[in-house]
């Protein structure tokens, strides 16, 4: 498969009082076009560093330090290759939410309470897709069932199709400006919301015109997120990061979303890059799986050969930790706790927790290696 | 077996107040009556989604606020009264003298708000003790050093506070300042649900060794069904303030008679690979608790809908002995369920 999102060597540390804490290590995962990845951890273990560092929203005092985010937006051509930590910020704004998109934890701190459904939706065709949507419009008035009055039909033509051919222009800036002449954006906010209604539509969400005109406030927690899923989905992206989609909801809830998201991978978004610590929204979800710990990526494979042959003692253990629906037994647990990263341990991260640890691990840290094919795993045993 | 709680016909609404005087104009019923025994050494798993009234039943058994109506009776062992103790009514003072306040404790959600940010572990833990009964300083200090020895943690810890522990340490207190008085019923609220997987099985381990070894009897409520399977004895399936299912563990997730508790079952996420089944995926969200539907709570979402259903509602029956469930079709459920998705439980 070709390869969609690739991170080499990725590091972000956190500028704070108490010192630098380093979030990211070295972290190197691939994302091919049309899978599902999961990437599991503990909280704290930089899952949401590691995509924010992909999108480049890392919040101050975060700074990424190093390493390169390769994205590969056309499938066909495979040496093109974009590289975002060296792209513009006006080249990432026209990136994030077009082609790569993402969909945030918590429903109630996404959706902005003051605005409606309605206009959070339609804010993202109107930031990527004015000159789409121009033309829909110019196209519509010169149209012969088109019903507007005769002059005024000839105005808002040419205006139109000048702002068909150049959204930026300058004399449209200048006519924003004017409070009589700003209302001729009047029709392309009604295309956006035309639009916003389609994508909400789709999702599934009951009477969406009524919806549209409603605030976050008066929807449930699932609706919330379906509605944060489509301001994500908006328009078309390719690569979707789900950063604990779910986590917050019930499971019946949780069970229609993630229900949805895998009905929309099927028709509409390519790959999804889903952030979690709970390993059975992984196992059901996801073609291929990352295991991160205190910053590291530590083991990289296959959903069935993660589950099913765990190399790393990391996930063994937190295999063994998670109660599972047929195996009644003990549970066991990892003694200790997850390390503080201002001052990480050094070699191996995992090494005070580990009961196969050597003198090795200790020293130096253990690069990822391929042991089976397509089963990459950070350790010494191996 | 012997009773230690018995809950009947256990009511909570909170009013809701509009117009100038502030007047009540409805009532969220968060709880809707309410039929449960809890018998001394089990441990009772309840399970719902957010909003079903899991929190405000054990808040309710505690007496951390008053309910609406019903009875919450105590059976103590070696009170001083053979009659059972109605804690619903009972003046707060009474409960105190009587000796029950101490006998019925409560671990709460999440341990960075439960705990005082401002107060050493050593007066967190002690505190409990200290209003129930008068002890000298050294000995309590003695005893404060026991219970942290059972909980896990060293006599190094006496002198922090709460911040300069990881979250699975904080719930350690926690579980400490519980058993502090030597309590025989803890209501665990959603003890583990704010702690990582690693140390959510550390804490998991911890209250089965110390449910053995103090003699205690648990509520256990939470939104995770598998660590219900994990711990608990019996299981209540709630859903918007009425109890619609219960039974013992294993016999609720062999054989779920109502279809919402195969529902919630259905939807849980398994981490196996292997297991791969067919799921309910329920439409719509859970009704508001302020005005529930008519008939059975859970007709506008449940897919084997009759017409009695949206009519009468139906009662908390037994299907069998120590199962019961509310539902109108229970006795023929799981046969419908195994016509219609294939399967009737989900352990093998």
């Not at chain 1, 002059?151 to 409070?179: E, T």
């Not at chain 1, 229900?259 to 390519?270: F, M, T």
Request: charged share 25%; glycine share 6%; hydrophobic share 40%.
């Amino acid at each position: 498969m070709a390869k969609l999102l690739e991170t080499v060597d990725l590091v972000t540390n956190f500028y704070t009082y108490e010192g630098v804490v380093k979030a990211l290590n070295k972290v190197s995962l691939v994302v091919d076009h049309g899978s599902t990845f999961g990437l599991v951890g503990e909280s704290g273990c930089g899952k949401s560093v590691t995509v924010r560092s992909i999108m480049r929203i890392v919040q101050e005092p975060g700074r990424i330090e190093g390493g390169k985010v390769i994205v590969y937006l056309d499938e066909s051509d495979r040496r093109a290759g974009i590289d975002l930590l060296e792209q513009s910020e006006a080249y990432m704004e026209s990136l994030r939410g077009d082609r790569i998109s993402m969909i945030f934890q918590e429903p109630n701190a996404a959706l902005n309470p003051t605005l409606s459904i309605g206009d959070q939706v339609s804010e993202s065709f109107l930031f990527h897709q004015k000159k789409e949507m121009f033309t829909k419009i110019y196209e519509d008035l010169c149209a012969p069932e088109c019903q507007v009055l005769y002059p005024l039909k000839k105005i808002q033509q040419a205006v139109y199709g000048m702002a068909s051919n150049n959204p930026h222009a300058v004399s449209l800036k200048i006519m924003n400006k004017v409070p009589i002449l700003k209302h001729w954006q009047k029709r392309l906010k009604r295309e956006a919301k035309k639009r916003a209604i389609d994508i909400i539509y789709k999702l599934g969400i009951p009477n969406p015109a009524q919806v549209i005109e409603q605030y976050p406030h008066n929807l449930s927690g699932g609706m919330k997120q379906r509605i944060v899923i489509a301001i994500a989905l908006a328009c078309n992206p390719v690569l979707l990061i789900a950063d604990e989609a779910t986590s917050n909801l019930d499971v019946t809830i949780q069970a229609q979303i993630l229900e949805l998201l895998r009905r929309l991978k099927e028709d509409v978004i390519s790959s999804i890059l889903l952030i979690t610590h709970d390993l059975g929204v992984v196992a059901e979800t996801c073609d291929r799986v990352g295991v991160m710990y205190a910053g590291n990526l530590c083991e990289v494979a296959d959903v069935r050969e993660l589950f099913g042959n765990p190399f790393h003692p990391y996930t063994r253990a937190l295999l063994e930790a998670v109660p599972k629906f047929s195996v009644i037994k003990e549970l066991k647990s990892i003694e200790g706790n997850v390390p503080n990263l201002v001052t990480p341990p050094p070699g191996c991260r995992f090494h005070p927790r580990c009961p196969h640890a050597m003198g090795i691990c200790r020293e130096t840290f253990p690069e990822m290696k391929e042991v089976e094919k397509e089963h990459m795993v950070a350790c010494y045993l191996y | 077996m012997d009773k230690i709680l018995s809950l009947k016909n256990l009511k909570k609404y909170y009013p809701i107040l509009g117009g100038v005087f502030r007047r009540e104009v409805n009532t969220v019923k968060a709880l809707d009556g309410i039929d449960l025994d809890i018998y001394r050494g089990e441990c009772l798993g309840v399970v719902g989604e957010s909003g079903c009234g899991k929190t405000t039943t054990g808040k309710a058994i505690i007496r951390l606020h008053n309910p609406t109506s019903g009875h919450v009776y105590y059976y103590g062992k070696g009170s001083n009264s053979e009659e059972p103790v109605d804690i619903a009514i009972t003046k707060k003072f009474a409960l105190k003298r009587l000796g029950i306040r101490g006998k019925l404790q409560m671990v709460f959600q999440d341990p960075t708000t439960s705990l005082n940010p401002r107060m050493l572990v050593k007066h967190i833990i002690a505190e409990p003790i200290k209003s129930q009964e008068r002890m000298g300083s050294r000995e309590l200090e003695d005893r404060v050093i026991v219970l942290l020895k059972m909980v896990g943690l060293t006599r190094d810890h006496l002198l922090r506070y709460p911040h300069e522990f990881s979250g699975g340490q904080r719930q350690r207190i926690a579980v400490a300042r519980a058993i502090a008085t030597d309590p025989e019923f803890i209501v665990l609220d959603e003890p583990t649900s704010a702690l990582d997987v690693s140390v959510q099985s550390q804490i998991l381990n911890l209250l089965k060794s110390l449910q053995q070894t103090l003699n205690l009897t648990f509520m256990f409520v939470t939104h995770h069904l598998l660590v219900v399977k994990y711990i608990s004895n019996r299981v209540a399936v709630m859903y918007l303030g009425k109890i619609v299912e219960l039974a013992e563990t294993a016999v609720l997730f062999s054989r779920p008679v109502h279809p919402y508790t195969y529902a919630l079952l259905s939807a849980i996420p398994i981490p196996e690979v292997e297991h791969k089944l067919s799921r309910i995926v329920l439409s719509g969200d859970v009704p508001s608790p302020v005005n529930p539907p008519e008939g059975c709570r859970f007709h506008t979402r449940c897919p084997f809908v009759i017409d009695n259903c949206l009519k009468e509602e139906p009662l908390l029956e037994a299907v069998k002995a120590g199962h019961q469930a509310a539902c109108h079709r229970k006795h023929e459920m799981e046969k419908l369920i195994a016509e219609n998705f294939g399967q009737t439980g989900f352990l093998p």
